[in-house]
């Protein structure tokens, strides 16, 4: 129900946007959030936004380099990911949660994720 793209390889310092599209789930309402899994370590959050106002949270690492932003209008959450470093190599996942949360035991809803590369 959630599809996630745009990853790809990219060198330090570049920008890569993922996208999570929605299908057969409204994402209006939903909270929705990005998490991040890098070879060997545990998966941790990134970001979300609150499905009631929009209201934007980010991991304190990661303010100012990352920003997520919906589209309703296409059903669709973003990530812009700027100044990419190698250690945000990863695979990329969206969720669906009630409530704009970085517990990712909230999150119902999960995509398969993308891969992100960021090359030195």
């Known amino acids: 129900q959630l599809v996630e793209s745009g990853g790809g390889l990219v060198q330090a310092g570049g920008s890569l946007r993922l996208s999570c599209a929605a299908s057969g789930l409204t994402l209006d309402y939903c909270a929705i959030g990005w998490f991040r899994q890098a070879p060997g370590k545990e998966r941790e959050w990134v970001s979300c936004i609150s499905g009631s106002d929009d209201s934007v949270y980010y991991t304190d690492s990661l303010k100012g380099r990352f920003t997520i932003a919906r589209d309703n209008t296409k059903n669709t959450v973003y990530l812009q990911m700027n100044s990419l470093k190698p250690e945000d190599t990863a695979l990329y996942y969206c969720?669906?949660?009630?409530?704009?949360?970085?517990?990712?035991?909230?999150?119902?809803?999960w995509g398969q994720g993308t891969l992100v590369t960021v090359s030195s």
């Open positions: 969720a669906a949660s009630v409530i704009p949360t970085s517990n990712q035991y909230e999150y119902r809803y």
